[in-house]
């Protein structure tokens, strides 16, 4: 960038924290435009952010295969309908080899703060490794990388193995243990099957039930593959079948309740048909809340994994853990050997879990304390040539969040060629804008299902929706083809 010549290389013209699709897209995004100063930054010991750290057992993506990839950089070599994580793990490999972007990312260097220099224009950002200097800094951390684990009284006492899905502990053998598993979200019901033929006991600490589709997964045959790996066209005519197969979906979210009754049908028969023999259980596992309301999830083989002997569903809630094993609210004590923490994620810490200033000493902390608002997802008043990529309301109930992420870094993208082309120093966007903007989205998500009524990880504690994109994917895609300067200052 012409402003950032003469700079020594401890001035990154761009610095991008996080190496998962959403920074490595980014990055890419960044080469294409000549420009080369750039630096990634990874809390972890190796690059991929989600989809490498979340290795339990079973992990798998519910959007499809060829819809999982950049639309610049597809995969014909997918096995799956649904992606396994290693091979997502894989293609994400084979993007930092095929991008050399190996050179650009500086791993176990965790982000502490940064602090915005007016003067300078510059973001000073304190890493675990040291201080470096960058005049724009894209937040790439994605929602889902900090585990949450709820405030169980007790907790610190148990004296058996304590591990998070995302933090997988496979130096543990389950074979023979009793087990139990506190959640039953999207993480949960895929290892749920995995470890439930091997260890001794589950018992499984259900809070709310969720909703349940098949998953029709199969495999991709290998001339299906042939042909997609040579005939390119093919690759785009699927990826667009797929797209319009999963974006449906968000007429019914938004505006059909007819629809997501019908669906609630074909749940309700998925479980009648997997569970035939035991109304108590298919009563404990049905759902008292709007279909989509919380994501939906995709298996064939949890419900049947609960119907072994070995298993217990538990509603019965948690009191305490113990020493040997956990207390419930129905008095009784369960001894075990491991827990295992299936609870998600500490969404709203994603963004203000660092001390990052921006003009005038302003917290980012502090301004997102009850939700962070955000202009297009991407740009946050006060907050100068600071970017976020899955940032406030950009994240999906209904198709493949790459969509989004190559929406939101080619406006950032718009952003930074503003800036080059105008001999602009500092890009900040205005606040009546931004506020304009997230009125319309609140507005927006009030008729959704997923403003329905459950509690959820969409939903901050105020109860607005700061998670999700209300409306069409390509309704996103248009707001960001071009980046509109006037509304910045
Ligand atoms: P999650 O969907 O947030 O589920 C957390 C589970 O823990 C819920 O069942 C929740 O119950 C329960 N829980 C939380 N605190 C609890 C407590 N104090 N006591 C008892 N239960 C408690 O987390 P996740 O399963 O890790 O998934 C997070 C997101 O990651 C998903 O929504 C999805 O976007 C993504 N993901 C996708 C895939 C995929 O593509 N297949 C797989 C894994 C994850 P309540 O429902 O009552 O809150």
């Known amino acids: ?104 990312i500086r791993l176990s260097t965790e982000l502490e703060g940064a602090e915005y220099d007016e003067a300078t224009g510059l973001w000073t950002l304190a890493t675990s490794r ?32 304590v591990f998070h899905s995302a933090r997988w502990n496979h130096a543990y053998d389950l074979t023979g243990k009793r087990v139990a598993v506190i959640g039953t979200g999207a993480s949960a019901i895929q290892f749920v099957p995995e470890i439930a033929g091997k260890v001794a006991r589950l018992d499984l600490y259900q809070r709310t039930p969720p909703w349940i589709l098949p998953r029709r997964d199969r495999a991709i045959t290998r001339p299906e593959r042939w042909l997609l790996r040579h005939v390119k066209a093919l690759q785009w005519l699927y990826r667009g079948w797929q797209y319009l197969q999963w974006e449906w979906r968000y007429i019914g979210f938004s505006s059909m309740p007819w629809l997501i009754r019908a669906m609630q049908a074909m749940a309700l028969r998925h479980l009648r048909r997997q569970i035939p023999d035991d109304a108590e259980l298919r009563r404990k596992l049905t759902p008292d809340y709007a279909l989509g309301c919380k994501r939906v999830l995709l298996t064939n083989d949890y419900y049947p994994a609960l119907t072994r002997p070995n298993v217990e569903l538990l509603t019965c ?4 853990i113990g020493e040997d094993g956990i207390t419930g609210r129905d008095g009784v004590v369960r001894p075990v050997d491991a827990i295992i923490f299936g609870t998600g994620f500490d969404v709203a ?73 105008k001999g602009i120093a500092s890009l900040e966007v205005k606040r009546a804008a931004q506020t ?54």
């Open 349 to 421: 810490e994603s963004w203000t879990g660092f001390d990052i200033r921006g003009r005038g000493g302003v917290s980012l902390a502090e301004t997102g304390k009850d939700g962070l608002e955000a202009y297009k997802g991407c740009a946050v008043a006060g907050f100068p040539n600071l970017y976020l990529i899955i940032g406030p309301n950009t994240a999906l109930g209904h198709n493949s969040i790459i969509y989004m992420i190559e929406s939101s870094v080619r406006y950032v993208m718009g952003a930074i060629r503003a800036m080059r082309g």
């Open 1 to 104: 960038m012409s402003e950032a010549k003469g700079l020594s290389p401890d001035i990154f013209d761009v610095a991008i924290v996080g190496s998962g699709f959403g920074g490595l897209c980014m990055a890419i995004a960044l080469q294409r435009d000549g420009i080369d100063n750039f630096v990634i930054l990874e809390k972890d010991e190796d690059f991929g952010g989600t989809w490498r750290v979340n290795d339990y057992p079973g992990a798998a993506c519910d959007v499809a295969s060829h819809l999982y990839s950049f639309s610049f950089f597809q995969n014909p070599e997918w096995t799956r309908r649904f992606p396994p994580r290693d091979e997502i793990w894989e293609y994400t490999r084979s993007v930092v080899h095929h991008f050399r972007l190996a050179p650009k």
């Open 130 to 161: 040291g201080i470096m200097r960058a005049r724009i800094v894209v937040l790439a951390v994605g929602a889902l990388s900090r585990p949450a684990f709820p405030a169980i009284a007790g907790l610190d006492r148990f004296k058996g193995t």
């Open 436 to 489: 304009r903007y997230n009125a319309a989205i609140q507005e927006r998500l009030k008729g959704t299902v997923w403003n329905s009524g459950c509690k959820s990880w969409y939903l901050a504690g105020n109860g607005k929706n700061y998670t999700l994109w209300p409306g069409f994917t390509f309704q996103y895609r248009r707001i960001t083809r071009e980046f509109d300067l006037a509304n910045y200052d």
């Open 317 to 320: 809630g948690i009191e305490a």
